[in-house]
């Protein structure tokens, strides 16, 4: 078993930046992909970024390259989500996730956390 609790969560001004955090505990950290989802009111839960174990390859939602970037410290147990340039739509519940192979779909998630509030203002 895995458990993550996401943090860093809250408020922010449209143009501003926030970085989420998801502290792993369980099973071996450094053995998984990792990866943070999203889910807006009344919409699906949509992928937004995954690494691999060793933090050397990773991978974005189209429409958020250049704005957002993940990374992971396997010596903490802990994966990062700098978001910067926030916009109203990215306002969302974001997920952390991790899994055996890299998450670029909810069908390859393993372990969810339980969530954190992102809004934006406009």
């Known amino acids: 078993q895995v458990q993550l609790v996401e943090s860093g969560g809250g408020l922010v001004q449209t143009g501003g930046s926030l970085r989420l955090s998801c502290a792993a505990s369980?099973?071996?950290?450094?053995?998984?992909?990792m990866g943070w989802f999203r889910q807006a009111p009344g919409k699906e839960r949509e992928f937004v970024s995954t690494?691999?174990?060793?933090?050397?390859?990773?991978h974005y939602a189209d429409s958020l390259k250049g704005r957002f970037t993940i990374s992971r410290d396997n010596a903490k147990n802990t994966m990062y989500l700098q978001m910067n340039s926030l916009k109203p739509e990215d306002t969302a519940v974001y997920y952390c996730?991790?899994?055996?192979?890299?998450?670029?779909?909810?069908?390859?998630?393993?372990?969810w956390g339980q969530g954190t509030q992102v809004t934006v203002s406009s």
């Open positions: 996730a991790a899994g055996d192979n890299m998450l670029i779909s909810t069908t390859r998630v393993d372990y």
């Open positions: 369980g099973r071996t950290f450094g053995k998984f992909a």
């Open positions: 690494i691999n174990w060793s933090g050397t390859t990773t």
